[in-house]
């Protein structure tokens, strides 16, 4: 027999590590089934085979793919060898679930191996007394840069920073800087730019790799580096680091603390992320799921989405009593109660593409005081014309199917009302929570649904009830 399966260990495994994805860019069925006969049988020689070529944003696919009991026994059987990178890439309850059957000294071993930054997202929702036993395992060094992380505000650009990056002094030459980057061991593996400090650390300048590289060996680094500094402070949101790498077309930007020293560089790559995350939880508030992930339980979704519908049971609540003042009305017109969930229905439809528009441009900084009284202009006439439109062809509509132009111009005025109560409202509500500092996010949607709806039914049926004398 020939030595062909030492030579090929894919047919050695029976799995084609060529085949990991299918044309779709799915996991493959058949490279999943396989793994989890190897990890049912307990091969675990076999199981480490297969997952070594994987890169560490595909080992968090593999490991949403499987059962709780198959990715934990997945996670056994790699022992040293689990990338724990792999934890980033996956959602916050798989991540816990798995971080929770792992001991202190397996998630010390694991962390030390990461960067600091992607240290950081798995120790922060560590309970305290985890986390400190957690780094009292680690060497002092990156205990110490850590534990600085740490200390900074949650979802702060210090908690996504990178500790290490590269510092010079401006009178080095460029010869200089090239045989330190040559000699140093210690220096990070990847970086973008060299910052130029002074003694206290504070940044002098910076200096792109390309210019840098272009540079001849006696130039002064002071003479070449980029004083022109655009910088973020440690304790500034995460949100305000991504607005300034998107307004600088930035790769890497330094940070720093209080006192303006250099503490640690965001990067392109940890920006994407926020940007991800951050887009990401402003959908899910919108529509009322919190930080709901696909992979939580069927209770932690229950009482994730459970108290949003209880704010919208209220204020349905509050609807019905607005109908309920014109029961009368509504007895004597019964064409009223087929009619009335239109006007509500295009009011909140229109009043929730107002709310998403500004909800973005408040997320984005878009709005000064020019733009935001033109936004405000725009989109009352913009409902206003919307609703004329609207108005004219379903009041033509009604008129002829219930062979009743009254009918037809009520719903029509109806119309018009609510569009132009939806575009206000729409914009009122995002900016008044934004200015008592609550994210417009989180509740827009329920007060714009709730306005157009009580507006909507009270303005239909009182104009019908002017219109036809029926009060």
């Known amino acids: 027999m020939s030595d062909e399966s030492e030579m090929a260990p894919g047919l050695e495994t029976g799995i084609d590590n060529d085949a990991f994805r299918d044309a779709e860019g799915w ?89 600091n930054d992607d240290a950081v997202y798995l120790l922060e929702d560590l309970e305290k007394e985890d986390q400190d036993e957690i780094l009292s395992a680690l060497p002092a060094f990156e205990r110490l840069a850590l534990k600085r992380s740490l200390d900074f505000p949650e979802d702060s650009a210090g908690r996504r920073m990178q500790t290490d990056f590269i510092a010079i002094p401006p009178f080095w030459t460029v010869g200089q800087t ?49 004083a022109n500094l655009v910088l973020v402070k440690a304790e500034d949101d995460q949100e305000e680091a991504a607005r300034i790498f998107e307004r600088y077309d930035l790769v890497e930007v330094g940070v720093v603390d209080e006192n303006g020293r250099l503490v640690g560089v965001l990067t392109i790559d940890d920006i994407v992320d926020v940007i991800q995350e951050e887009a990401e939880e402003d959908i899910k508030l919108l529509a009322g799921v919190g930080d709901e992930d696909v992979s939580d339980t069927t209770l932690d ?39 009335m969930p239109i006007v509500a229905s295009m009011g909140g439809n229109a009043g929730a593409q ?88 989180i509740a827009s949607a329920v007060f714009v649904t709730t306005i157009t709806d009580i507006v909507g039914f009270f303005a239909f049926l009182a104009i019908a009830g002017l219109w036809f004398g029926l009060f």
């Open 27 to 115: 996991i493959s069925a058949l490279w999943l089934e396989r793994l989890r006969a190897f990890i049912e049988a307990g091969r675990t020689e076999d199981v480490a085979l297969v997952m070594a070529p994987l890169h560490s944003s595909d080992i968090g696919d593999v490991l949403e793919q499987l059962d709780q009991g198959e990715r934990l026994a997945l996670v056994r059987m790699l022992g040293e060898k689990f990338d724990f990178s792999a934890l980033t890439e996956v959602d916050e309850s798989i991540r816990l679930e798995i971080m929770e059957a792992l001991s202190n000294s397996e998630i010390a071993r694991g962390v030390a191996e990461l960067d």
């Open 178 to 226: 090239i045989d330190y980057l040559r000699a140093d061991k210690d220096l990070p593996d990847e970086f973008y730019q060299i910052y130029v400090v002074d003694a206290a650390y504070k940044v002098l300048g910076t200096l792109p790799l390309d210019k840098f590289l272009r540079a001849q060996r006696a130039t002064k680094i002071d003479a070449i580096m980029n």
């Open 301 to 339: 979704t229950v009482r994730s989405r459970g108290p949003w519908l209880g704010v919208n049971l209220v204020a349905a609540v509050l609807v019905s009593f607005v109908i309920g003042l014109f029961n009368a009305t509504i007895e004597q017109m019964v064409a009223l109660a087929v009619l």
């Open 354 to 441: 107002t709310m998403t528009v500004t909800v973005r441009a408040l997320a984005m900084r878009e709005l000064d005081g020019g733009r935001l009284r033109r936004l405000i202009r725009r989109e009352m006439v913009v409902g206003f014309a919307n609703g004329v439109i609207f108005a004219v062809l379903l009041g033509v509509v009604t008129a002829l199917r219930y062979s009743d132009v009254g009918l037809g111009v009520v719903i029509g005025m109806a119309m018009v009302i609510n569009m132009i109560v939806a575009g206000t409202f729409g914009i009122l509500i995002p900016l008044t929570l934004d200015r008592l500092k609550a994210d417009p996010a």
